[in-house]
């Protein structure tokens, strides 16, 4: 049988042998990106001068001047071994996209390799190939790819990648890049304006950081290509739980196995070659579950860079054996997978806005930034819901293992005393708010930090960052991000506006009034307690905090005046590209559910029906046997079969509902109406099928079963 052929395969993998004492960090460290120091050896001194100060201050770039860059883009290149280049992008299927060129051009009819300015600058794919949402259809299918000058140009797979904008031929932006790109814009100089309430002659530049922490599932690859629901649909549609799954607490933090270790040993190795930053790595809570996370960066570069790392772990998974699984919710009954998104503000001199210090001016200044934060967050809390909103994400939250999807803010007791009581507070004593008490004989000093961390929190502060965990892992974060900036852009100009309305009092007092007003309209978004409670469902519908959990529904508030408002006021999207994402995140939604569907009505007809059929055959021949002997039916197989006939019964039935209701959903013009009905109707019934098929696995015979099990996929290693 295929399953065990696979087993046998999956059970002979060996760890690969990297050669982990011959790398040398310091000269490794962003070989394969093309950064200041790199380019300065391939431009003249003039050109090189005049080139920085285009990418420093992100001015626009002459055709002359590219001409020149592109030839020593060209030149790196092909010293560093690349043969084609490509204009790397970000469309709207939360993935990258590139199309590679070879050099290859004719100069007098000889076959020369060149990389013009113009083909730097700008590309042409065919936008209507894309997910656009109806902003670009079949027979208008000219779109353009620009340079983003933020990123670096890097080599990846010996290709040279040119990090790009994607918008359509009319202008609107179809990709996840530029949005984020110019929210980024618009956080930096309302920030600036911000921080001159507390020095007018502040002019340092704004840096928005993020770093993320990326987890995964590692299945062997034998036994991924035996599970047809994991290859079409990145999850399990059936699976009877194992008798261990993750109750004993001893897969996090633990020993990570050798041919994990062998994996993620050249994942860092070639992510550090690409200029990223991956710093941690160890076991998550489910079996076969893993994480890697990195340092802060510039946030348009990190979300590059987190969207290579995912690309990263599927390709180096491979070479080792494993398939890397970034679907939120693979496994029913362990915990899924979410990408943390740790969001900061720094200045230009390294200094982190959202770290706690105990000057005054300066812990006036983040005191009411945090305000800010929270304010944004609960003004946009369902805007922001709707960005973290999928088919597959919708499987994880809510459950006792990721954050619920009921938004709130995590502070911690600290933090939420001072700012319920900031107009009273003793600045010239502020230490005093932070002190505890150290019990360890052995230890002069605990540094303890200013906030306790929560895990069960969807957006925590935890000291420097707010922590954003409900993003789910398959994920390209932009989205999410670029609402968030968006929405503290929007508080910091409400903060400034709010704070001049207390002029005639002096400045101390004015802030605190205007601390005290925001906090006092936000705070409802705040629970520092245990967000999986049932306690907590209850409290957030007493505050008016949306607990929807149908996507579909959720999704609404993409498109809601509030929103529409917010996006059009910054000029980051026009109603129609708000629209389009909507559209395009509806379609998604249908479409996944529909292959889910389709997958597990073959997995039923071609796999599962014939194994059980073949068991039913066994038992009744034991049973004939046995009456033609003892003249008596044995009771455990008799029973056995009743239970097959009556998890079968239930299966034809639900099958021939869900395919009903299939048919009337498919028939529907309308966009909304059709997600809602399969949401509604087909979803729940999909779960429902899945509990008699999972008993029919534990109820059938081991050696006929043709799935690879979930003890197999989460423990061999």
């Known amino acids: 049988m295929l ?389 597959s994400n919708e499987y994880r939250l809510g459950g006792y293992e990721a954050p619920p999807n009921i938004l709130s803010i995590y502070l911690g007791q600290n933090l939420t005393n001072i700012l319920e009581n900031i107009e009273s507070i003793n600045l010239d004593n502020l230490k005093n708010n932070f002190s505890s008490k150290n019990n360890l004989k052995n230890l002069n000093v605990i540094l303890k930090d200013e906030t306790d961390r929560n895990r069960t929190s969807p957006i925590a502060f935890t000291g420097s960052r707010f922590e954003i965990r409900a993003v789910g892992s398959s994920f390209n974060p932009s989205f999410t991000l670029t609402i968030f900036n968006l929405a503290v852009a929007k508080q910091l100009k409400e903060f400034i506006t709010e704070f001049s309305k207390y002029k005639n009092l002096n400045f101390e007092k004015a802030i605190l009034k205007t601390i005290n007003s925001f906090y006092n309209q936000s705070k409802l978004i705040i629970y520092n307690g245990n967000g999986y409670s049932n306690e907590w469902k209850q409290e957030a519908i007493k505050r008016n905090l949306c607990t929807e959990t149908n996507t579909v529904k959720i999704l609404k508030y993409l498109v809601s005046d509030k929103s529409i408002s917010l996006f059009t006021s910054f000029n980051v999207f026009t109603f129609n590209e708000i629209k389009a994402r909507y559209d395009v995140k509806l379609e998604y939604y249908i479409r996944k559910l529909l292959i889910e569907y389709r997958v597990l009505r073959n997995m039923i007809d071609n796999h599962i029906l014939p194994a059980v059929l073949k068991h039913k055959k066994l038992l009744l021949t034991i049973i004939n046997t046995y009456k033609k002997i003892y003249n008596s039916i044995p009771k455990l197989e008799h029973t056995q079969l009743e239970l097959i006939e009556t998890n079968l019964n239930k299966i034809y039935e639900l099958k021939n509902k869900i395919a009903e209701e299939v048919d009337k959903a498919e028939k529907i013009a309308d966009i909304e109406e059709k997600a809602l009905i399969l949401s509604e109707n087909v979803k729940p019934m999909l779960t429902h099928i899945r509990e008699y098929i999972d008993n029919l696995e534990y109820l059938v015979d081991d050696k006929l079963w043709p799935l690879p099990k979930y003890r197999e996929l989460l423990f061999i290693r």
């Open 3 to 391: 399953r065990f052929y696979l087993l046998k395969k999956a059970l002979n993998n060996k760890p690969l042998k990297i050669e982990e004492n011959n790398f040398d960090l310091g000269k490794e460290f962003g070989k394969h990106v093309l950064d200041f120091e790199k380019i300065k050896n391939y431009l003249p001194e003039n050109v090189y001068h005049e080139y920085k100060q285009v990418v420093e201050k992100y001015l626009p770039i002459s055709k002359d001047l590219a001409d020149v860059v592109a030839q020593a883009m060209k030149k790196w290149a092909k010293d560093n071994g690349a043969t084609h280049y490509t204009h790397w992008f970000h469309p709207l299927n939360e993935i990258s996209a590139e199309k590679h060129d070879s050099f290859l051009e004719f100069y007098d009819k000889k076959p020369i390799e060149t990389l013009k300015g113009e083909k730097l600058i700008q590309q042409e794919p065919d936008a209507s190939s894309f997910p656009t949402g109806g902003l670009r259809t079949t027979f208008e299918a000219r779109g353009y790819t620009v340079w983003d000058l933020s990123t670096p140009v890097f080599i990846y797979e010996k290709v040279l990648c040119i990090p790009t904008f994607f918008i359509s031929y009319s202008g609107e932006s179809i990709d996840n890049k530029l949005p984020l790109f110019k929210s980024v814009q618009i956080l930096k100089e309302n920030c600036k304006e911000f921080l001159q309430i507390f020095n007018k002659n502040f002019n340092e530049e704004i840096i928005n950081t993020f770093g993320w922490e990326q987890e995964y599932f590692l299945v062997d690859r034998y036994l991924y290509e035996g599970r047809p629901d994991l290859i079409m649909t990145g999850r399990t549609l059936v699976g009877h739980r194992p008798a261990k799954g993750q109750q004993l607490e001893d897969h996090y933090l633990g020993s990570i196995p050798p041919r994990v270790k062998s994996f993620m040993t050249e994942l860092e190795y070639e992510a550090w070659r690409l200029g990223i930053p991956v710093k941690t790595r160890h076991n998550e809570v489910a079996p076969n579950q893993y994480e890697c996370a990195s340092l802060y960066e510039d946030i348009n570069i990190a979300v590059a860079h987190n969207i290579l790392i995912m690309e990263l772990i599927q390709r180096i998974g491979y070479k080792h054996n494993f398939k890397v699984l970034l679907h939120e919710k693979p496994f029913e009954g362990v915990n899924g997978s979410g990408k943390h998104c740790n969001w900061s503000l720094m200045t230009s001199n390294g200094e982190n806005l959202l770290k706690l210090t105990y000057n005054k001016n300066k812990f006036l200044r983040f005191i009411s930034l945090l305000s800010i934060i929270i304010s944004a967050v609960y003004e946009y809390s369902n805007l922001l819901k709707s960005s973290i909103c999928s088919l």
